[in-house]
């Protein structure tokens, strides 16, 4: 089936050691979104690619980087991890974004930060 | 800003109840869409069901259905026959005309008993 997938689902990484979470899509979509979502609270909209286009939400912080090789892969680095940064991570897609098409998630990656 | 507020942290209800799920919403919008989602334990988050702010019929699918007020900036959903599979934490968002960033409640977690 057509799919979003998240790799690794759990992720244990040492303060301040640089982590990557990946994201996979095989529906073709144009649009790739970042979610954060901390224990007890809403999912927060971290960065999403419209094509090539990287559009950064204005309070993510900049320890967040993206990276999209190819319509099927986007990947979230980390580049030194807080505490704070311990969370799901949500990828998810959507065809167009003028459109509000709806969009598909992953699984999400858990990741703790120690 | 808009925010979504799901004032629900957790229900209960028994298989083949009904139950209502509440949120509201603040914008100074006109036009917007509203969603509800759901993650199941460890699952991908998927629509359940949408609707368009300029549509006055609440919206169904099965047996999901919403009491869309907008004065009000009410958007409840209502699950009839619930079953097991419905167990999950449903996720109430919010998105403006032609944008694509999806603004969620803190989420209610729905327990549904034998």
């Known amino acids: 089936d057509a799919m979003v997938i998240q790799n690794p689902r759990y992720q244990v990484t040492q303060f301040g050691k640089p982590v990557t979470l990946s994201c996979s899509q095989t529906?073709?979509?144009?649009?790739m979104y970042w979610y954060q979502q901390k224990s007890s609270q809403a999912p927060k909209l971290l960065f999403h690619?419209?094509?090539?286009?990287?559009?950064n939400e204005a309070d993510t912080p900049d320890n967040f980087q993206s990276r999209r090789p190819n319509t099927s892969f986007c990947f979230l680095d980390i580049r030194s991890p807080g505490l704070g940064d311990t969370a799901m991570y949500l990828c998810?897609?959507?065809?167009?974004?003028?459109?509000?098409?709806?969009?598909?998630f992953g699984p999400g990656t858990r990741l703790l930060v120690l | 800003a808009q925010t979504v507020t799901q004032s629900q942290p957790e229900m209960s209800v028994q298989e083949a109840e009904t139950v209502t799920l509440s949120c509201t919403y603040d914008?100074?919008?006109?036009?917007?869409?509203l969603f509800w989602y759901k993650q199941p334990p460890s699952r991908q988050m998927i629509l359940v069901i949408r609707?368009?702010?300029?549509?006055?019929q609440n919206a169904t699918e099965n047996r999901f259905s919403v009491n869309f007020q907008k004065a009000a900036k009410s958007f409840s959903l209502k699950i009839s026959d619930s079953q097991l599979g419905d167990t999950a934490m449903y996720f109430c968002?919010?998105?403006?005309?032609?944008?694509?960033?999806?603004?969620f409640g803190t989420g209610t977690r729905l327990q549904v008993f034998p």
């Open positions: 998810a897609t959507s065809r167009d974004p003028t459109t509000q098409e709806t969009q598909y």
């Open positions: 529906l073709n979509h144009n649009v």
């Open positions: 690619y419209y094509d090539k286009d990287f559009n």
């Open positions: 914008t100074s919008e006109s036009n917007y869409y």
């Open positions: 609707q368009e702010a300029y549509k006055q």
């Open positions: 968002a919010f998105m403006k005309l032609n944008t694509d960033k999806l603004i």
